[in-house]
């Protein structure tokens, strides 16, 4: 079984996959270091340019279970997609506190209000589940993780989440 655990960045996909302990974990940032498919650097938006296609392929050849961990992860075929959400509100507070520029905290928060990575997953994966982590602490997400591994579905069928009220209150 291929599980992928997505989100945008700074939902916390690394802190809670940390507590997973059933599972072998991969993250896929290490992955796209080690097979040196970071293919340039976009200075504008500050982020590695990657070859999705090329780190399909080669998660393609990849042996065994595991669990994905990472931004990019539902794009690599995975069975399941456990798409961590957060905030938008709380997703500003924990980018600005890692030092990330106004800028490029409110290109993710506002991927984050508009399901950009919810709506990617559920193109192209079977099951895609969502986990609200606004006011879950990573060992809390990590639990919610192992109980997906173990078989839960119901309890996280995406379309529970909706940020459509906070976000119009930015108007
Ligand atoms: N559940 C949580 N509650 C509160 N803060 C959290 C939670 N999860 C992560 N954080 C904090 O938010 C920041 C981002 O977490 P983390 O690096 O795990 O996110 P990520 O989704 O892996 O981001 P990236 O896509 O950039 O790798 C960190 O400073 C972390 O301490
Ligand atoms: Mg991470």
Known sequence: ?????????????TSACAFVKSMRVVHVSELIGELGLATGYDSKRKTKVVDTVRLAKEVDKLHGDMLMEGHLSHLLHPEVAVVLRCSPAVLEKRLLAKGWSEKKVRENVEAEAVDVILIEAMESVP?????????????????????????????????????????????
């Open 1 to 13: 079984m291929r599980i992928a655990v997505t989100g945008t960045p700074g939902v916390g996909k």
């Open 127 to 171: 099951t895609v589940l969502e986990i609200d982590t606004t006011d879950k602490k990573p060992a809390k997400v990590g639990a919610a993780i192992e109980e997906i591994i173990s078989g839960e579905r119901k309890k996280y069928r995406a379309g529970s989440v909706d940020w459509s009220q906070e976000v119009l209150g930015w108007f």
